[in-house]
C-alpha cells in the first residue's frame, strides 16, 4: 500500500511566521502535489512536482513556495504567513502517466493566529 | 474559466441507488477521476473514465459523456459506509501530466 505521510496533523502557527509543511512518500512515485481544501471550494491545486528539483505553479501558488531535494519528500513553505492561509493542507504522490491515480496523505490542518 | 459543478448534497436511505453528476467546462479535457473523502480522512481515488461511456467496479461505476461534458458516479447498494464526501476531477492536460482539477465536492449521507 502507497503511504503518503504528512509531518503534522494539527498545527497552530502566528501571522507572519514561516512555516513548514513536509510530506513523505514510500513508493517512489514521480509527481507530488500540494492542494489546499476549503469548505465550499473543494481541493485547490498549490503546487506539484513531477521530477526531483522540478516544480510548477498550480492555481493558487500566491504566498507559498515548495522544495523537492528528494525524490520522497515534497515541502511546502508559507514565506509570512497570513490569517487567510488557515485551511486544510493536502499533499498527494502519484506515479508518472495521465492516467495515474494520486495517493492522499492525513491531512494538516493548519491554524494561523 | 475552468469549471465543475456538481450538487453540494445528497440524501439516500440504505440499499438504495444514487447518481451523482458532474458537468465540466474546461479548456482541456483528457479524462474524468472520482475521489472519496470520509469525514476526517484522505480523499482516495475510485475511478477514472478517459473515453465515453461506463466503468464498472463492484457496487460503484462511473460514467463518462465527452460530447455533453457530463459524468457521473453511479452507487448501488447503499450502505452507511457509503456517506463521505465525493468529488470528481478533470485532467486537464495532456501527455504524462495527472494534474487534477477538483469540483467542490458532493456529500453524501446514506440514512437507515
Known amino acids: 500500500d502507497v503511504k503518503v505521510t504528512q509531518s503534522s496533523r494539527y498545527l497552530v502557527k502566528r501571522t507572519g511566521e514561516k512555516v513548514f509543511l513536509e510530506c513523505v512518500q514510500d513508493?517512489?512515485?514521480?509527481?507530488m502535489f500540494w492542494y489546499r481544501q476549503d469548505p465550499g471550494l473543494g481541493l485547490r491545486l498549490i503546487y506539484f512536482s513531477y521530477d526531483v528539483k522540478m516544480k510548477e505553479k498550480g492555481d493558487i501558488p500566491e504566498g507559498y513556495s515548495v522544495s523537492r531535494e528528494k525524490k520522497e519528500r515534497f515541502s511546502l513553505i508559507l514565506e509570512s504567513a497570513s490569517t487567510n492561509q488557515t485551511s486544510m493542507y493536502l499533499c498527494a504522490s502519484s506515479l508518472r502517466g495521465g492516467n495515474q491515480p494520486q495517493h492522499f496523505g492525513d491531512g494538516t490542518r493548519l491554524s494561523i493566529l | 474559466g475552468q469549471s465543475l459543478e456538481q450538487p453540494s448534497e445528497v440524501t439516500a436511505v440504505e440499499g438504495a441507488i444514487v447518481q451523482i453528476n458532474c458537468t465540466y467546462q474546461?479548456?482541456?479535457?483528457?479524462?474524468l477521476s472520482w475521489y472519496q473523502q470520509h469525514d476526517g480522512g484522505a480523499p482516495t481515488f475510485l475511478s477514472y473514465?478517459?473515453?465515453?461511456g461506463l466503468e464498472e467496479t463492484g457496487r460503484f461505476s462511473s460514467f463518462l459523456s465527452r460530447s455533453d461534458s457530463y459524468g457521473y458516479l453511479l452507487l448501488q447498494e447503499l450502505q452507511m459506509k457509503d456517506s463521505a464526501s465525493y468529488f470528481c476531477a478533470v485532467r486537464d492536460k495532456g501527455g504524462a501530466t495527472n494534474k487534477l482539477i477538483f469540483g467542490t465536492g458532493t456529500l453524501l449521507a446514506v440514512q437507515p
Open positions: 474546461t479548456s482541456g479535457f483528457y479524462g
Open positions: 513508493m517512489d512515485h514521480e509527481n
Open positions: 473514465n478517459a473515453l465515453d
